[in-house]
């Protein structure tokens, strides 16, 4: 079945720009959505943002001013990159598949193990 | 502060039948199919329920979902100690144009 696996450094410094992949195995990348969501410490989850296979993006107004996401269909992998990160942006960040029905039911599934990154000096 | 709004905790013991509720507004829960998740500690979240109480492959019949307006339920029957874990409910919102959740459950089977 389809498995995720988020990837990245571990300790981002305050300011500079976080950068998560997130690799799909066991599926293709083609024809579904693709999310990225985050639980900072002690907090509920947050979803950060999604991309189509086909490259058209959305994000979290919250964070839309800093946040970049990208696919790479030849490696089955998807992208984040968010900028100018400070101590709140410290969290679990989790990669996930949305996939939608045309009668407009959508569902995230499966999810990867979360990758926890912290901002420190 | 989460947009869908959960109670912090739960409890139940062996057997019992226990509700998690998860409140939104009309954009969110009031438009679309919660999905609900559970999460055991260093785990991913695991899809429990979707588009109006369907459920997974490999998810008991035990867990069932439903929704009255704003508001949506994940009802667990014949607990057991292995659904000790968070709960998560979440939705499309159709303002944001992404998804909500909700600050997250943890259910203790006593």
């Known amino acids: 079945q389809v498995q995720l696996q988020e990837s990245g450094p571990g300790l981002v410094k305050p300011s500079e720009t976080l950068s998560l992949t997130c690799t799909v195995s066991g599926g293709s990348i083609t024809s579904y959505y693709w999310s990225w969501i985050r639980r900072p410490p002690g907090k509920g989850l947050e979803w950060i943002g999604y991309i189509y296979y086909s490259g058209s993006t959305n994000s979290n107004p919250s964070l839309k001013s800093r946040v970049t996401i990208s696919v790479d269909r030849s490696k089955n992998q998807f992208s984040l990159r968010l900028s100018s990160v400070t101590a709140a942006d410290t969290a679990v960040y989790y990669c996930?598949?949305?996939?939608?029905?045309?009668?407009?039911?959508?569902?995230?599934?499966?999810w990867g193990q979360g990758t926890l990154v912290t901002v420190s000096s | 502060q989460s947009v869908l709004t959960q109670p912090p905790s739960a409890s139940g013991t062996p057997g019992q039948r226990v509700t998690i509720s998860c409140s939104g507004g009309s954009s969110n829960v009031g438009s679309n199919a919660v999905n609900w998740f559970q999460q055991l500690p260093g785990t991913a979240p695991k899809l429990l329920i979707y588009?109006?109480?369907q459920r997974p492959s490999g998810v008991p019949d035990r867990f069932s979902g439903s929704k009255s307006g704003t508001s949506a339920s994940l009802a667990i029957s014949g607990l057991q100690s292995e659904d000790e874990a968070h709960y998560y409910c979440?939705?499309?919102?159709?303002?944001?144009?992404?998804?909500?959740f909700g600050g997250g459950t943890k259910l203790t089977v006593l």
């Open positions: 979440a939705a499309w919102d159709d303002s944001l144009n992404g998804w909500v």
């Open positions: 588009s109006y109480n």
């Open positions: 996930a598949r949305e996939q939608r029905t045309i009668v407009g039911g959508r569902w995230l599934d499966p």
